[in-house]
């Protein structure tokens, strides 16, 4: 499954620690989950393309925040470059 790439590696989990590290340069790649708030959504995905970042829609905010590892749902997760 795609979300199992998230398990293991070095992230930020939220949609304001994901914009930060979009603008810092830091995200590798971002992940949305499809029911998360539209407008939420949609400020992300237009950092990510300004940013030149890839994005992927994905599950829900509760399948997110379990491949976090995290007891609460996430609209938003963004790998960090190693």
């Known amino acids: ?7 293991n590696r070095k ?3 939220g949609s304001k620690q994901v914009k930060k590290a979009v603008v ?3 995200a590798s790649k971002v992940f949305l989950a499809n029911d998360a708030e539209p407008h939420i959504l949609a400020q992300l ?3 990510c393309r300004q940013h030149e970042v890839e994005i992927v ?3 829900t905010m509760e ?6 590892n ?4 996430s609209a938003a997760v963004a790998l960090i470059k190693e």
């Open 1 to 7: 499954m795609l979300l199992d790439e998230i398990t």
């Open 63 to 68: 399948e997110l925040g379990q491949a976090c």
């Open 24 to 26: 810092k340069g830091m």
């Open 11 to 13: 992230k930020v989990i």
């Open 57 to 59: 829609a994905t599950a």
């Open 45 to 47: 995905r237009e950092l």
């Open 70 to 73: 995290i007891e609460v749902g």
